[in-house]
C-alpha cells in the first residue's frame, strides 16, 4: 500500500513571543514552531510522502543530522494540527459527482503568421496532407506581416488551399484587420484609447506583436474553442519512446532530449495516425473529471498528484475547465536562447549528456523535444507551437507586442480563473522554422534580466485568496492594477522593477544551488557550467539594476524615459483591459 501524500497548506508565518505562529489561510489551522522548523516548512509545498519529504529536509538542511525518523515525527505533529493538505482530500473534491455537461461543438483554427509565406505554404499542404480539415468549424489565417507582397502571397496561397480543403480558410489580412478595429471603436468610442492600445501595431514599430495578433485570434473566435497555431509547424503527431501510463499534475516543468538534426528524432519519434488539431479538441473545455474519464483515469488516484504544488492543486475541484491545451515541440524549442537548461530534471539531463557531444551539443545545437511523457495538468500554460484556448470563457488579452507575452497571459489567466488547468498532452508536433537558428556553444546566461514576466509577480501579490471571488470583480481588480503601475513614480517603477527581478533571481539561485548538489553523477563539465551561472546570479544580486538594463532597451535609451514608456504601457494595457469583454461581444457582430 503507497503512503497517503501531504504537503503545506497555504500559510502566513508571524513572529509571536520568540516562535513562530503558522496560519493555515484554508483551514484556519494554527501552529506555533521554533523559526528553524517555519523555514524547513517552507520547503514541503508540494505532495510527497512524510519520509519523503523528510528525507528531502534532512538532505538539504545538515544540521539535521541525517535524522529522518525525528523529521518524519515533526512532520507528523504538523499534519495531525490539520497545517499538512491531504492528497486525498484534493482527490474527493475531483472525484465528487457532477452534472452531466454538453457535447462539445468543433473547433475554430487560426494560424499566425508574420513574413513568411514559404511557412504558410508548407502549413497548408501539411493541413491538406494530414488534417482533418471537416471536424474544423472555420479555419482563419492571421496576417500580421509588414512587407505587402508577403500579404499578397499569402492571400494567394489561401486562395488555392480554399480550392481543395473541405472547410474554407478565411484570409485575415491588414486591411481586414483595419477594418474590425474601425467598426470596433464606431461601436464602443468611450474604450478608443484601449482598443486601439490592443489591436494597432502603428506604435510598437520595429518590435515584435505576436500578442496583437493573438488578440485578433481571440476576437475572431469569441465562445468557440480555439486551436492557435505557429506559421512554421507541420500537422503531424508523434509520440517518444518514453510514455507513461496514467496522468500527472505539475508546476510546468517538462521534459527534454536533444538531437544532432531533424534526421535524429525523426528515427527516435513515432508518428500518430491522428489530426493533431482534433487531438487538442479532445479534452478542450471539459471539466477535469471528465477531461480524466476522456484520458483513461476513471478516478483520480494520489499518486497523479506526487511532487505537486499544495498551492494550486487545493483549488482544483471536479468542474475545474481545462481552459488551454498544449502540445509539446519536435525539432526547434521555440525559445529565445538555451538558458533553460538548469530547469530540466535528472532524466533530461541523463539524456542530454548521453548524447554525443554532451553539454556542449546541447548548447550548440536547436534540435529537442520539449514535452510530457503522459498527459500533465498544470496551472497555466508555457510556450507551445499550438495551442488550444476554451474562448467561450472570458480569456485575458494578451500584451500586444514584446517577448514574454504568453507568461503574461498565463499568470492573468490564473488570477481570473484559479481553478482552471492547462493540460498538456504526451505527443509533439515538428517545430521546424525554415531559416537556421544555432545555439550558443558557450552557453547564453540564465541570469533573469526582467521583462513582461517580471509583471507575473506583481499580479500575484494581489490575487485573492479565495477562489470564490467572482470574475467580474478579478477583472476590476486586474485592471485597477495596471493602472496602479501606470500611475507609479519613477523611483516607485525602480523599486518594483528591483524586488520582482530579486524574487526571480533568487529562485533561480536555489536551481542552480540544487542542481550542483545533485550534480556529482552528471560530470564535472555540467557542474562548472551550474557554477558558472551561480556565480553570475550571486553577482547580479549584489547589484542594484536601473529601469535602462531591462532587455530589448534602446542602448541611448535612459532610466526616466524608460519609466515614462512603461507608465504609457501601463496605462494603454489597463484602458485595453477595460474594453476586453464589450470588445469581444461587439466583434461577433462585425
Same mark, same amino acid.
Given at each position: 500500500?503507497?503512503?497517503?501524500?501531504?504537503?503545506?497548506?497555504?500559510? #502566513?508565518?508571524?513572529?509571536?513571543?520568540?516562535?513562530?505562529?503558522?496560519?493555515?489561510?484554508?483551514?484556519?489551522?494554527?501552529? $506555533?514552531?521554533?523559526?528553524?522548523?517555519?523555514?524547513?516548512?517552507?520547503?514541503?509545498?508540494?505532495?510527497?510522502?512524510?519520509?519523503?519529504?523528510?528525507?528531502?529536509?534532512?538532505?538539504?538542511?545538515?544540521?539535521?543530522?541525517?535524522?529522518?525518523?525525528?523529521?518524519?515525527?515533526?512532520?507528523?505533529?504538523?499534519?495531525?494540527?490539520?497545517?499538512?493538505?491531504?492528497?486525498?482530500?484534493?482527490? @474527493?473534491?475531483?472525484?465528487?459527482?457532477?452534472?452531466?455537461?454538453?457535447?462539445?461543438?468543433?473547433?475554430?483554427?487560426?494560424?499566425?503568421?508574420?513574413?513568411?509565406?514559404? +511557412?504558410?505554404?508548407?502549413?497548408?499542404?501539411?493541413?491538406?496532407?494530414?488534417?482533418?480539415?471537416?471536424?474544423?468549424?472555420?479555419?482563419?489565417?492571421?496576417?500580421?506581416?509588414?512587407?505587402?507582397?508577403? =500579404?499578397?502571397?499569402?492571400?494567394? @496561397?489561401?486562395?488555392?488551399?480554399?480550392?481543395?480543403?473541405?472547410?474554407?480558410?478565411?484570409?485575415?489580412?491588414?486591411?481586414?484587420?483595419?477594418?474590425?478595429?474601425?467598426?470596433?471603436?464606431? &461601436?464602443?468610442?468611450?474604450?478608443?484609447?484601449?482598443?486601439?492600445?490592443?489591436?494597432?501595431?502603428?506604435?510598437?514599430?520595429?518590435?515584435?506583436?505576436?500578442?496583437?495578433?493573438?488578440?485578433?485570434?481571440?476576437?475572431?473566435?469569441?465562445?468557440?474553442?480555439?486551436?492557435?497555431?505557429?506559421?512554421?509547424?507541420?500537422?503531424?503527431?508523434? &509520440?517518444? /519512446?518514453?510514455?507513461?501510463?496514467?496522468?500527472?499534475?505539475?508546476?510546468?516543468?517538462?521534459?527534454?532530449?536533444?538531437?544532432? #538534426?531533424?534526421?535524429?528524432?525523426?528515427?527516435?519519434?513515432?508518428?500518430?495516425?491522428?489530426?493533431?488539431?482534433?487531438?487538442?479538441?479532445?479534452?478542450?473545455?471539459?471539466?477535469?473529471?471528465?477531461?480524466?474519464?476522456?484520458?483513461?483515469? #476513471?478516478?483520480?488516484?494520489?499518486?497523479?498528484?506526487?511532487?505537486?504544488?499544495?498551492?494550486? =492543486?487545493?483549488?482544483?475541484?471536479?468542474?475545474?475547465?481545462?481552459?488551454?491545451?498544449?502540445?509539446?515541440?519536435?525539432?526547434?524549442?521555440?525559445?529565445?536562447?538555451?538558458?533553460?537548461?538548469?530547469?530540466?530534471?535528472?532524466?533530461?539531463?541523463?539524456?542530454?549528456?548521453?548524447? /554525443?557531444?554532451?553539454?556542449?551539443?546541447?548548447?550548440?545545437?536547436?534540435?529537442?523535444?520539449?514535452?510530457?511523457?503522459?498527459?500533465?495538468?498544470?496551472?497555466?500554460?508555457?510556450?507551445?507551437?499550438?495551442?488550444?484556448?476554451?474562448?467561450?470563457?472570458?480569456?485575458?488579452?494578451?500584451?500586444?507586442?514584446?517577448?514574454?507575452?504568453?507568461?503574461?497571459?498565463?499568470?492573468?489567466?490564473?488570477?481570473?480563473?484559479?481553478?482552471?488547468?492547462?493540460?498538456?498532452? #504526451?505527443?509533439?508536433?515538428?517545430?521546424?522554422?525554415?531559416?537556421?537558428?544555432?545555439?550558443?556553444?558557450?552557453?547564453?546566461?540564465?541570469?533573469?534580466?526582467?521583462?513582461?514576466?517580471?509583471?507575473?509577480?506583481?499580479?500575484?501579490?494581489?490575487?485573492?485568496?479565495?477562489?470564490?471571488?467572482?470574475?467580474?470583480?478579478?477583472?476590476?481588480?486586474?485592471? =485597477?492594477?495596471?493602472?496602479?503601475?501606470?500611475?507609479?513614480?519613477?523611483?516607485?517603477?525602480?523599486?518594483?522593477?528591483?524586488?520582482?527581478?530579486?524574487?526571480?533571481?533568487?529562485?533561480?539561485?536555489?536551481?542552480?544551488?540544487?542542481?550542483?548538489?545533485?550534480?556529482?553523477?552528471?560530470?564535472?563539465?555540467?557542474?562548472?557550467?551550474?557554477?558558472?551561472?551561480?556565480?553570475?546570479?550571486?553577482?547580479?544580486?549584489?547589484? $542594484?539594476?536601473?529601469?535602462?538594463?531591462?532587455?530589448?532597451?534602446?542602448? +541611448?535609451?535612459?532610466?526616466?524615459?524608460?519609466?515614462?514608456?512603461?507608465?504609457?504601457?501601463? +496605462?494603454?494595457?489597463?484602458?485595453?483591459?477595460?474594453?476586453?469583454?464589450?470588445?469581444?461581444?461587439?466583434?461577433?457582430?462585425?
Amino acid at each position: 500500500m503507497t503512503e497517503p501524500l501531504y504537503a503545506m497548506d497555504d500559510h #502566513d508565518s508571524l513572529p509571536a513571543a520568540g516562535a513562530v505562529l503558522l496560519l493555515a489561510r484554508t483551514t484556519g489551522a494554527r501552529l $506555533s514552531v521554533t523559526a528553524d522548523v517555519a523555514v524547513a516548512l517552507q520547503q514541503c509545498t508540494a505532495f510527497r510522502s512524510l519520509q519523503d519529504h523528510a528525507r528531502q529536509l534532512v538532505r538539504q538542511f545538515p544540521q539535521l543530522g541525517g535524522n529522518v525518523a525525528d523529521v518524519t515525527r515533526v512532520l507528523q505533529q504538523v499534519r495531525d494540527v490539520g497545517m499538512l493538505l491531504p492528497a486525498a482530500r484534493v482527490c @474527493a473534491h475531483v472525484n465528487a459527482p457532477t452534472a452531466a455537461s454538453p457535447d462539445l461543438d468543433r473547433t475554430v483554427a487560426c494560424i499566425i503568421t508574420c513574413d513568411r509565406p514559404a +511557412a504558410v505554404e508548407r502549413l497548408l499542404e501539411s493541413l491538406l496532407r494530414s488534417a482533418r480539415l471537416a471536424r474544423q468549424k472555420q479555419l482563419i489565417l492571421i496576417d500580421d506581416s509588414r512587407d505587402a507582397a508577403n =500579404c499578397s502571397a499569402n492571400a494567394a @496561397a489561401v486562395e488555392r488551399f480554399n480550392v481543395l480543403s473541405p472547410t474554407s480558410m478565411h484570409y485575415f489580412g491588414p486591411e481586414e484587420q483595419a477594418q474590425l478595429t474601425r467598426d470596433a471603436i464606431a &461601436r464602443l468610442p468611450g474604450h478608443e484609447a484601449g482598443i486601439r492600445f490592443l489591436l494597432q501595431r502603428d506604435s510598437w514599430q520595429g518590435m515584435p506583436t505576436y500578442g496583437r495578433a493573438r488578440n485578433l485570434a481571440l476576437l475572431l473566435t469569441a465562445g468557440e474553442r480555439c486551436i492557435m497555431l505557429d506559421d512554421d509547424v507541420l500537422s503531424e503527431a508523434y &509520440r517518444l /519512446p518514453y510514455g507513461q501510463a496514467g496522468v500527472a499534475f505539475s508546476d510546468g516543468g517538462r521534459e527534454a532530449d536533444f538531437y544532432r #538534426d531533424a534526421r535524429d528524432w525523426q528515427q527516435i519519434a513515432v508518428k500518430q495516425e491522428f489530426d493533431p488539431l482534433v487531438g487538442h479538441g479532445r479534452c478542450l473545455g471539459m471539466g477535469l473529471s471528465r477531461a480524466l474519464r476522456t484520458l483513461g483515469l #476513471d478516478t483520480m488516484q494520489e499518486a497523479c498528484l506526487e511532487a505537486a504544488s499544495a498551492a494550486w =492543486c487545493g483549488r482544483i475541484n471536479a468542474d475545474s475547465p481545462v481552459l488551454v491545451t498544449q502540445s509539446g515541440s519536435l525539432g526547434d524549442p521555440g525559445t529565445g536562447n538555451n538558458a533553460w537548461l538548469p530547469n530540466l530534471e535528472s532524466a533530461s539531463l541523463q539524456r542530454m549528456l548521453a548524447r /554525443p557531444g554532451g553539454l556542449g551539443s546541447a548548447l550548440s545545437l536547436r534540435q529537442n523535444w520539449l514535452g510530457q511523457a503522459l498527459p500533465t495538468f498544470t496551472v497555466r500554460p508555457v510556450i507551445s507551437q499550438v495551442t488550444g484556448l476554451d474562448n467561450r470563457a472570458l480569456l485575458p488579452p494578451y500584451f500586444p507586442a514584446l517577448r514574454g507575452e504568453d507568461q503574461l497571459f498565463g499568470s492573468m489567466l490564473d488570477f481570473l480563473h484559479p481553478d482552471s488547468l492547462t493540460l498538456e498532452y #504526451d505527443w509533439a508536433v515538428p517545430h521546424q522554422p525554415l531559416e537556421e537558428r544555432r545555439g550558443n556553444p558557450a552557453g547564453d546566461p540564465t541570469v533573469p534580466r526582467g521583462g513582461l514576466g517580471l509583471l507575473a509577480g506583481f499580479i500575484d501579490e494581489i490575487q485573492p485568496g479565495d477562489p470564490e471571488v467572482g470574475l467580474a470583480t478579478r477583472m476590476a481588480l486586474l485592471c =485597477c492594477r495596471f493602472e496602479e503601475l501606470g500611475e507609479l513614480s519613477d523611483a516607485g517603477l525602480t523599486a518594483r522593477f528591483r524586488a520582482g527581478l530579486a524574487r526571480l533571481q533568487v529562485v533561480h539561485l536555489q536551481t542552480l544551488e540544487e542542481g550542483i548538489r545533485d550534480s556529482a553523477a552528471l560530470g564535472e563539465d555540467w557542474r562548472l557550467y551550474l557554477e558558472r551561472n551561480r556565480q553570475a546570479c550571486v553577482a547580479a544580486l549584489q547589484q $542594484s539594476p536601473e529601469l535602462a538594463e531591462l532587455p530589448g532597451v534602446p542602448e +541611448a535609451m535612459g532610466s526616466a524615459a524608460v519609466a515614462a514608456a512603461i507608465r504609457e504601457r501601463a +496605462a494603454g494595457f489597463a484602458a485595453g483591459l477595460r474594453a476586453w469583454d464589450q470588445l469581444r461581444e461587439v466583434c461577433r457582430l462585425c
